[in-house]
């Protein structure tokens, strides 16, 4: 114990002391790296106040309903404008064939259906139908379930008097679906909710002037 007040050897006393205090200033260095390791300041914070990477996506669309979400007009090309409306008998039911088109059969999960159909006149003669907006009716099922129907949030229907040539199918403008569920009660929300994805299946139907397609279109949402 006296050694260490009172240092002996060759050398002066004060060089010692330096020499001990060297010691100790590299001992409590090392004790503080240490404990700066082990506590790390500042994570706890960053552990409970940040976002979770893993945090579930959301089951909503949490934006405004798409504005492009409405049916598109009718293109009835330049042969089926051969004849005037007025020129032609009107379309019988029996002779309109409505096909419902989709611009894929699986869609991503960013991915948003392109749904529109086509309309063709199977009888012999001309004839004229009103195909515009207003007489267009797209409905989206799964199973026994409706998921959307165009007319629930349509905007500004229009009329489109069209001439059909015989055997000629006339494509309506494709539009896009945002793939939320519709209702009338919630058309200018912004928390309409998704539906399933996840390899989920659908059918889309379109009718025209009250005549339904006769076959659906299937397709698949990731």
């Known amino acids: 114990m006296s050694t260490l007040r009172h240092p002996v050897g060759p050398q002066p006393k004060k060089v010692y002391w330096r020499r001990r205090l060297l010691v100790l200033l590299i001992l409590a260095a ?13 994570s706890g914070a960053a552990e409970t106040g940040g976002t979770p990477t893993s945090s579930p996506a959301p089951t909503t669309a949490g934006q405004a309903p798409d504005a492009a979400a409405t049916p598109g007009s009718v293109d009835t090309g330049a042969d089926a404008g051969a004849a005037a409306p007025g020129d032609v008998v009107a379309c019988a039911g029996g002779n309109i064939q409505v096909t419902p088109v989709t611009d894929a059969d699986t869609y991503d999960a960013s991915a948003k259906p392109q749904l529109s159909f086509t ?7 001309p004839c004229s139908i009103n195909a515009g907006t207003s007489q ?14 165009s007319t629930d949030c349509q ?26 569920r519709s209702s009338a009660d919630t058309c200018s929300s912004p928390d309409r ?3 399933p994805g996840a390899g989920a299946s659908y059918h889309l139907d379109v009718s025209v002037a009250g005549i339904a397609s006769s076959d659906s279109k299937q397709f698949i949402l990731n």
Do not use: C, H, K
Not at 30 to 39: M, P, Q, R, S
Not at 155 to 180: E, K, M, N
């Open 136 to 149: 267009q009716i797209y409905t989206i099922t799964s199973g026994s379930e409706t998921y959307w129907v």
């Open 119 to 125: 309309i063709t006149n199977t009888g012999a003669e």
């Open 155 to 180: 905007t500004d229907p229009s009329d489109t008097q069209a001439v059909l040539q015989p055997g000629v199918a006339v494509s309506s403008t494709p539009f896009t679906w945002d793939r939320t």
């Open 193 to 195: 909710p998704l539906v």
């Open 30 to 42: 090392i004790i503080a790296v240490v404990v700066l390791i082990v506590v790390r300041p500042g």
